[in-house]
């Protein structure tokens, strides 16, 4: 399976327009080659050099198994989860002021579920550990970005 974005390119820089310094919108994606038997997606990003812990920024679930192609601004396909913000949707890098770069990875999940069983405003790890569970393919795609 493959993942893509027009907004930046793996190992690439997120440009300012995708994070808290300006617009916090999604970048847009597309992707290819679900495995046969793909009942729904799940997109998550997360950002592993955050002080202390993994900080979550985005989770979107329960997208179609036709969907190929997420525009930029729009989670409406799916279902958004709390970020580590504490607010539903979309919270774009925002690393600390001088701690360098940080990797954003967003990764793709292929499901054989068509909705995942997570609680009402269910938090990015949780939808991380139902994605995960019933992942029968994933694709990521690394950006990086520092203030």
């Not at 310094?21 to 950002?47: M, Y």
């Not at 997208?63 to 913000?85: I, K, Q, T, Y």
């Not at 019933?134 to 520092?146: D, P, R």
Request: net charge negative.
């Amino acid at each position: 399976m493959q993942l893509r974005s027009d907004a930046f390119k793996n190992g690439g820089n997120v440009p300012k327009r995708f994070t808290c310094d300006g617009a916090n919108h999604s970048p847009s994606f597309a992707w290819s080659d679900a495995p046969i038997g793909t009942q729904s997606f799940a997109i998550i990003c997360r950002d592993p050099d955050a002080p202390g812990t993994t900080w979550y920024h985005w989770a979107l679930f329960d997208l179609p198994p036709d969907s190929l192609v997420l525009v930029e601004g729009r989670g409406a396909l799916g279902l958004e989860a709390v970020n580590d913000f504490g607010k539903q949707g979309y919270g774009g890098p925002c690393p600390p002021h001088g701690h360098g770069e940080h990797h954003y990875i967003f990764r793709l999940y292929a499901l054989n579920v068509r909705h995942l069983d997570v609680p009402h405003a269910a938090r990015c790890r949780d939808i991380e550990s139902a994605s995960e569970a019933h992942a029968i393919a994933t694709a990521e795609l690394t950006g990086i970005y520092a203030r």
